[in-house]
């Protein structure tokens, strides 16, 4: 069964069940993701992916990397409504994963598509940067292709955090597979190839994260 | 011991009455709200307790009983005293007080007449509950049973007609006519967001799916809410019936009954209401001999506010973290266990037999066009009459707080009452003649919430109420989404350089642009209401925004790093009465001696504003002005204490 929708004005004929962002890949229509992974589970939790759908007369903000496409949907990839989302999200986030004032990767590019001004809340940013944006890939892909579970989430609301569970992490010597999914950097650059060193759960629970 | 299965309607109608016959006509009740945690703190179990010792030492056994309930309502005049079936009305009650009330009113139905309610305005005294206007103005359909019943004796909710509309549903009744029922009431969730319960109903009963499960939210969380507590310690049957119908009506045999950990009275209270159900076959196979069978679980929270949301809290119950999901599909059509599912609040439940009992035509007719029903609040601030309220829908939030709440302490004036917690906003006096309408308090920018409702006077700063709501949300959001966590973390920067004199031009440019970011970005709903506090402040009182960022000043005189505290000495008589409780020895001065403050060492706590007696007004708040210079050391009083 497939399914008719526009994106972006183009005509798409897409599978039904799958999500806009897949739908919009396959009609080589870039939509940016910073926790979306092809091997994972949508998270959605990110929201750079935001999209404006229309259906049935009714306009909505809805991530497309989780949200179905449906038969006559009208999607907006960019508007200046997603655009100020992923601006603010952008400039909202680089405090916490600056290094040294600047960006890197994909948070960089972004900002410089989106007219990010990555220095904007700096001054009001005072936690500890943990150059860590939670997109959650390095604990998914450990829950659900590695199947280690060695990685987890601690704490909640702006204490949530990413931590290694050390009596886990025995594989993660020659593992290593969510060094190059990390959209900061932060894992191979702290680790020091001894991944839960600096980084685990206990070191959570003193404080130190 | 015998079974104590009840087999057939029949049956249950027969205990009903047998119950009701039971009790002797000339036995006084003397009710006291031990079941309700609050009840407990302010003392209502050493006064049960000296009840059932002086009862039993004047021999008054046969005479008057101890019921143990749950809230009764009034909880600013806690503990209370209700003897039935006078109705009469003891206020703030003392264990010594207790063998007065036995040797004059149990055994000679004679009032004690100074433990009764005194009006503060009139100074008359009340009787009875219903003499009383905090009891006067209100329409308690769902919570007047409270004070009636002991919540751990099923027989005192069978005594009063319970169960009967699970009787009704079951035996006169299609599932199809229960739904039908439920639709044409209106009813509108409880829980905030006030979605037609009938259409989720519908929704849930018409999706496909072998397994269909009914839950009972009690995640309740926001600040000064403890409505839902109060009916799940104090009626937890009233909800079970509700449920069981509502699964009657959906096709759902399996239902859970989330209750938040920080209750442990009302798990407690839920655990033995469903002990005592299941004896009686009230929950279980083949209910009341209809061929309808239904089991329900407790699950007891793991104590975050975010696991109220319904996505989150099927997590929770699913043994995960409970931290909401994305919700593109309905959690009607796939819910707890990716199975339909139907999820409602406590009040929503217990309103359930009510509608079943006496029709919707009832219960239509009391309301709003686009509200029906009632809705109970907790009434907390700066109100005279603090408690629980129960108010048909449509009364004006003036009534409310005038009428029922007995107005601002100390004469002083309203400013604005904040509705719906940290998902809801504040509403200013002007629009205090607004009905209370799920739709009306959203048109002002907050909404209906749950029901909790705290009064604010002038002495409280908008820009520290949104504040305190945004830190709020910062520690229970769950972190997951970017705009909700980082939107939180900068507004509460933003704000507490705001409040500390520290605010920028242009700050409240950012906040209105994090806000509309969360709105339009979050993964649930606590990150797309949470940037409303600040909103709907900033909608009604951008002024005293504007004044803490420009002027340093904080027109509530609230802000502590924005205000400092002066003695005038023109006014001051040198009573020495401030100097006496100032905690930290700032204020110098003696007899005859004007007094002044070390500012150095003040520490603001306001201590010296509120001892100063009114007639003299000496200690003044300033607050974005300059700090007169203090009197000369010795200066002498210039002002004649009038007697």
């Known amino acids: 069964m497939t399914v008719e929708l526009q994106i972006d004005g183009k005509e798409v004929r897409a599978e039904e069940g799958i999500t806009i962002l897949e739908a919009a890949r396959e009609a080589g229509i870039a939509i940016p993701t910073l926790c979306y992974h092809t091997e994972l589970m949508p998270h959605g939790t990110c929201r750079i992916c935001s999209v404006e759908v229309e259906t049935r007369g009714r306009m909505r903000t809805v991530v497309s990397c989780g949200c179905s496409v449906e038969q006559g949907m009208v999607v907006k990839t960019r508007s200046p409504r997603i655009d100020r989302i992923r601006k603010t999200l952008i400039e909202l986030l680089a405090p916490t994963t600056a290094v040294d004032g600047e960006l890197g990767g994909q948070m960089k590019k972004l900002a410089r598509e989106y007219g990010a001004d990555t220095h904007r809340f700096e001054s009001r940013f005072r936690d500890r940067p943990t150059r860590c944006i939670l997109c959650g890939q390095c604990v998914r892909y450990c829950d659900e292709v590695v199947g280690e579970h060695a990685i987890g989430f601690m704490g909640r609301g702006v204490d949530r955090r990413a931590v290694f569970f050390p009596e886990k992490a025995k594989a993660c010597v020659t593992c290593q597979a969510c060094f190059n999914l990390c959209p900061t950097g932060k894992i191979p650059s702290e680790t020091d190839f001894v991944v839960f060193d600096g980084f685990s759960v206990d070191d959570y629970l003193a404080g130190e994260l | ?643």
């Not at chain 2, 050493?46 to 005479?63: C, V, Y």
């Not at chain 2, 100074?114 to 009787?127: I, K, M, N």
């Not at chain 2, 002024?543 to 006014?571: F, S, V």
């Open chain 2, 1 to 643: 011991m015998a079974s104590k299965r009840i087999s057939s309607a029949k049956e249950l109608e027969q205990l009903g009455r047998d119950i009701a016959s039971k009790a002797d006509p000339d036995k006084r009740i003397v009710s006291i709200c031990t079941m309700s945690v609050c009840g407990q703190s302010r003392g209502s179990g050493a006064i049960a307790e000296r009840f059932a010792e002086e009862i039993r030492r004047a021999g008054l056994e046969e005479k008057a009983e101890v019921r143990q309930t749950g809230c009764q309502g009034f909880c600013e005049r806690e503990p209370v005293v209700i003897i039935f079936p006078e109705g009469f009305y003891y206020v703030n009650v003392e264990p010594d007080d207790v063998p007065e009330i036995v040797s004059a009113t149990l055994s000679k139905g004679e009032l004690v007449e100074r433990l009764l309610y005194t009006d503060p305005t009139t100074g008359e005294r009340a009787a009875k509950e219903s003499d009383i206007p905090f009891y006067s103005h209100q329409m308690p359909i769902v919570f007047g049973d409270n004070r009636r019943i002991n919540p751990r004796e099923i027989d005192d909710y069978i005594g009063l007609g319970g169960y009967g509309a699970l009787s009704k549903a079951l035996f006169q009744m299609s599932p199809e006519q229960v739904l039908d029922e439920v639709k044409k009431s209106n009813l509108r969730g409880r829980g905030g967001g006030g979605f037609p319960t009938g259409r989720k109903w519908e929704t849930t009963r018409n999706a496909s799916g072998e397994t269909k499960y009914v839950l009972v939210n009690c995640d309740e969380g926001d600040p000064g809410a403890y409505m839902d507590r109060s009916i799940m310690e104090g009626n937890p049957h009233s909800v079970l019936e509700g449920l069981l119908i509502g699964a009657y009506a959906i096709g759902s045999h399996e239902g859970f009954i989330y209750v938040r950990d920080e209750y442990p009275l009302a798990y407690d209270n839920t655990i033995q209401a469903v002990k005592q159900a299941e004896e009686y076959g009230l929950i279980g196979e083949n209910i009341l001999g209809s061929g309808f069978d239904f089991r329900v679980s407790v699950h007891r929270g793991a104590g975050a506010f975010v696991s109220g949301e319904s996505t989150a809290l099927m997590n929770a119950i699913e043994g995960r973290v409970g931290e909401p999901r994305m919700k593109y599909i309905r959690t009607a059509v796939s819910g707890l266990k990716g199975m339909p599912t139907c999820l409602n609040n406590v009040e929503t439940w217990a309103n359930v037999p009510l509608i079943i009992n006496r029709g919707s035509e009832w219960f239509n007719s009391i309301g709003t066009e686009g509200s029906k029903g009632t809705k109970i609040f907790s009434l907390v601030g700066k109100v005279n009459n603090t408690g629980l309220v129960e108010v048909p829908m449509g009364m004006t939030l003036r009534q409310l707080v005038y009428d029922i709440g007995g107005g601002i302490p100390q004469g002083n004036k309203l400013k604005a009452v904040q509705t719906g917690g940290p998902s809801g906003g504040v509403i200013p006096e002007q629009y205090l003649d607004t009905p209370i309408d799920f739709d009306e308090l959203t048109k002002l920018g907050s909404m209906m919430g749950s029901g909790g409702m705290v009064v604010m006077d002038e002495d409280t700063c908008m820009v520290d109420t949104a504040r305190y709501f945004i830190s709020f949300c910062c520690e229970e959001s769950c972190g997951q989404c970017s705009p909700c966590r980082e939107g939180l973390r900068m507004l509460r920067e933003i704000l507490n350089d705001i409040c500390e004199g520290k605010g920028q031009e242009g700050d409240i440019e950012a906040i209105e642009d994090i806000a509309e970011v969360m709105q339009d970005a979050s993964l649930c709903a606590l990150g797309g209401t949470a940037a409303n506090p600040a909103l709907t402040t900033l909608k009604y009182f951008r002024d005293e925004y504007e004044a803490h960022i420009r002027e340093q000043r904080c027109p509530a005189q609230a802000c502590q790093a924005l205000t400092c505290y002066y003695i005038d000495p023109a006014l001051c008589t040198a009573c020495l009465i401030c100097r006496r409780n100032c905690p930290t020895e700032a204020i110098y001065g003696e007899k005859g001696i004007v007094h002044w403050i070390d500012q150095e060492k003040c520490i603001k706590c306001d201590t010296c504003f509120q001892v100063c007696p009114p007639r003299f007004s000496a200690v003044r708040r300033i607050s974005g002005e300059p700090l007169p210079e203090p009197p000369a050391p010795g200066t002498r009083v210039t002002r004649e204490e009038k007697g």
